[in-house]
């Protein structure tokens, strides 16, 4: 989520007489002062508060600004529309905000459109309390002003204080140590009030359980400060994007920017050596060695800031409510074959939640090696004797940066764990709207594979994710857990975060709610004449440093 598919507190428009020369040069791969992009799939939406996935992440944080953003090709925060911040409880939030800046509809950024983003969010009524819409809300702040349901959370943000044009104080209801890394989120990003206003942007409704907004905003009116101007959305061909001139910043390199949904990862490979684009994201392992080869082509490398898991969901009537047969889940998925045979060398196995430059990360957790014999056992002393039944989900027509391949992972799995014992059911689905809504709802199986790639740099944004409070997708009540998790966010000083979160990684592994199995290092092809892409650990990154040599 990029989406990742779970929830805290509880992851498509794509281009004018741009698109007609676009269309006339091959996807304007050659053309000067334009770079073709590729992703693995449209967005889902252009308004950054409603998504969760790193497809529509890719678009809007070039769209938009937050008030801080990551240093590039780091988790390190920096300064962005706020100029400096500070707080002396982790409870109120003083930004100073930047002066002369103006959202792309000629309306300026001030403190008033700080508040007005902020409280926009925490006033979300009805459909926009769903999940499905408003998923980094809660996963950052819990609940809203006024909670619908009661599997929402009191929220952590109570207000926002305009002082003068140009500072604003964020209030939170308890100390945070994580709030601000979590401003960098595209999800927080300042839109323009105006622009929200006149096209709907808070028109929404449910339909068969997914947020859909009814407005023209979300589709058509994206509207930022950032370096980038929409322009354009045609669903399965093309988002286009032009230089904003007016950018407050350093103005992009490039005058064009379009980025093209490809699902299939040969087909991606394919439209880079052919020129169709020239440059794309989640290169599969197998295609590596294939770019490296083509003298006109260049793999970049992301930091590794992911973990791929197998869900175990727990509820009513379900065999996982049996620790044991979690256990012998755990022993039954052969995650090093796994690792080994489709990462190509570039992933590792995960043993828990977190990636091991995260402090917290525990080198004391138990650990599950393959051990067919060990799951048989377990499961004959359980609630469900060998051939125990599981219904088991993948997903498909999709490539994630942790999950390159699904449908060969799942099969690999399916096969160690009928050798452990289970009798496996295989279910399937594709990535968006459905299998995610499932993973998401708590629906899809006994056992689903999913994944996250992390947003800012702390372990809050991938054990408090997961586990700080019940998740449908888990559907779990572990009090020791909840709290532990709580106590760790609501901590200021680093050394007792640190030690809470260690605590923490012992305890879910010991717990068993999901099986990490991998941490990757994705890949991304380039044609070797672009120039000033820097891979972000979080998968989204700013394409205004980036030329096309010889094009501008």
Not at 223 to 248: H, I
Not at 523 to 542: E, H, M, R
Request: glycine content about 8%.
């Amino acid at each position: 989520m990029r989406v990742r598919g779970n929830i805290k507190r509880l992851a498509l428009p794509l281009v004018a007489l741009i698109v007609l020369v676009a269309a006339g040069t091959a996807g304007g791969a050659s053309r000067a002062g334009t770079l073709v992009f590729a992703g693995a799939s449209d967005p889902t939406y252009l308004d950054p508060a409603l998504v969760s996935d790193g497809e529509s992440f890719r678009v809007t944080n070039q769209i938009f600004e937050s008030l801080v953003r990551l240093k590039a090709g780091t988790t390190i925060v920096q300064p962005s529309l706020a100029t400096s911040w500070s707080s002396k409880n982790a409870k109120d939030w003083n930004f100073n905000l930047r002066h002369g800046v103006k959202f792309h509809d000629g309306t300026p950024f001030n403190s008033a459109a700080v508040c007005y983003n902020y409280n926009r969010q925490y006033n979300f009524t009805g459909a926009f309390q769903d999940a499905s819409a408003t998923y980094y809300w809660q996963t950052v702040f819990g609940g809203f002003h006024h909670n619908a349901s009661s599997n929402l959370s009191p929220s952590l943000y109570i207000g926002c204080t305009a002082h003068g044009p140009y500072k604003v104080t964020i209030h939170l209801r308890t100390p945070s140590g994580p709030f601000l890394s979590a401003q960098v989120i595209s999800s927080f990003a300042i839109q323009s009030p105006a622009a929200l206003k006149k096209y709907g942007g808070n028109q929404g409704e449910l339909r068969n359980g997914v947020f859909y907004p009814t407005g023209s905003y979300a589709f058509s009116h994206p509207t930022g400060t950032g370096p980038f101007k929409f322009v354009s959305w045609t669903v399965g061909q093309r988002v286009v994007l032009a230089k904003n001139p007016g950018y407050w910043g350093k103005k992009a390199r490039i005058n064009q920017l379009i980025i093209r949904p490809i699902s299939d990862n040969t087909a991606r490979l394919q439209a880079l050596q052919s020129g169709d684009v020239q440059g794309y994201d989640l290169v599969a392992p197998e295609h590596i060695n294939t770019i490296k080869s083509n003298s006109k082509l260049k793999v970049l490398n992301r930091p590794s800031f992911n973990v791929a898991y197998v869900t175990i969901h727990q509820g009513a009537g379900s065999p996982m409510n049996d620790l044991k047969v979690r256990q012998a889940v755990a022993y039954g998925l052969d995650r090093a074959s796994v690792v080994r045979s489709f990462y190509a060398g570039r992933g590792i196995v995960a043993n828990e939640f977190q990636p091991p430059q995260l402090f917290g990360y525990s080198k004391s957790v138990t650990k599950y090696p393959f051990n067919p014999t060990k799951a048989k056992a377990l499961l004959n002393s359980s609630s469900c004797h060998v051939p125990c039944k599981v219904d088991f989900w993948y997903p498909t027509n999709i490539s994630r940066p942790y999950m390159p391949d699904p449908k060969r992972n799942f099969e690999a799995f399916s096969a160690s764990l009928t050798q452990a014992g289970f009798q496996v059911v295989a279910h399937s689905a594709p990535w968006r709207p459905d299998y995610v809504k499932h993973v998401n709802e708590g629906t899809a199986g006994d056992l689903n594979m999913i994944g996250w790639t992390g947003d800012f740099g702390d372990p809050d944004n991938f054990l408090g994710t997961f586990f700080q409070t019940y998740s449908p997708q888990f559907g779990f009540h572990n009090n020791a857990i909840f709290n532990i998790l709580a106590k760790a966010e609501a901590q200021k000083s680093l050394a007792k975060r640190i030690a809470l979160y260690k605590k923490a990684n012992n305890m879910i592994m010991k717990f068993l709610p999901a099986v990490p199995y991998a941490h990757s290092q994705p890949a991304l092809g380039f044609d070797k004449s672009v120039k000033g892409y820097t891979p972000s650990p979080v998968g989204t990154d700013p394409f205004d440093p980036v030329f096309v040599s010889g094009g501008v």
